[in-house]
């Protein structure tokens, strides 16, 4: 494929979306490091039965700092002076919650430390990886076979659109937890400009996961094929920018 990264960390590839991004990555050959993560490594029966040499499966879990140094170092080895090209920042999970309950601070914290805190500290401490690679790229070209990182949001983060509430749709943690990754997105996009590293938000659509549930419209066979070929179509046009997995531009 062109623009290929040579490096990609997929965060919470046991499962779901992030063990499908990694299957469809798989296939280009191109890419050198593969790097998965899971909470538990041993656990991770689907994501250990892909035979390839290039896929380096390592334990992460993003709400310890000390989880994320050892990452973090384990990465930087595998990487070598060449730096991190592509981050996916694709681990998250769902709490319910309803502005008509009995207010619960700790499900609220959890929810914002999982798919939020956790996310903007992850992509901090990969910041030199990042940068490296992108410093071997002369020109203000971006590409996610530079540097790049990308968020997977979801449709539910956007304020605009938002007409539902949280009486049909339980999910008002999740909806902020994930507005809020917008607003790192957009942020970190505006900060690393001069650095040369790419920084877009994905809403991958509404998928039959643990997550999604029974009722989701779309396979993951059916959204993330298309939402991976989109990774290779990014370029300045879509910096800080906020898309459908088929890089429709999603509003704030």
């Not at 299957?23 to 890419?31: C, G, M, V, W």
């Not at 690393?192 to 039959?208: C, E, T």
Request: glycine share 6%; proline share 4%; with cysteine.
């Amino acid at each position: 494929m062109s623009s290929s990264p040579k490096s990609v960390v997929i965060t919470g590839a046991n499962r779901g979306i992030g063990l499908t991004i990694v299957r469809e990555l798989i296939k280009d050959k191109n890419i050198h490091h593969l790097i998965a993560t899971a909470r538990d490594v041993e656990k991770a029966e689907d994501l250990k039965s892909i035979n390839d040499s290039r896929l380096h499966i390592l334990p992460l879990d993003v709400v310890c700092d000390k989880s994320i140094d050892t990452f973090v170092a384990k990465v930087a080895e595998i990487v070598g002076s060449d730096g991190l090209n592509l981050l996916v920042n694709n681990a998250g999970a769902a709490f319910e919650y309803r502005t008509k309950i009995e207010p619960n601070r700790a499900t609220l914290a959890k929810q914002f430390d999982v798919n939020t805190i956790s996310l903007v500290i992850l992509t901090q401490k990969f910041l030199p990886l990042l940068r490296k690679s992108a410093s071997k790229v002369s020109g203000d070209k971006l590409s996610i076979s530079r540097s790049a990182v990308i968020q997977i949001s979801s449709g539910l983060a956007s304020v605009s659109q938002n007409n539902y509430g949280s009486d049909l749709i339980p999910m008002l943690a999740y909806s902020m937890s994930k507005t809020a990754v917008n607003q790192f997105n957009k942020t970190f996009s505006i900060d690393v400009k001069d650095d040369h590293i790419l920084s877009v938000s994905f809403a991958p659509g509404w998928i039959k996961t643990d997550l999604g549930g029974p009722n989701a419209p779309l396979t993951l066979e059916e959204a993330v094929p298309v939402l991976v070929s989109s990774f290779y179509k990014l370029d300045n046009s879509h910096h800080g920018g906020y898309y459908q997995r088929d890089l429709t531009p999603t509003p704030y």
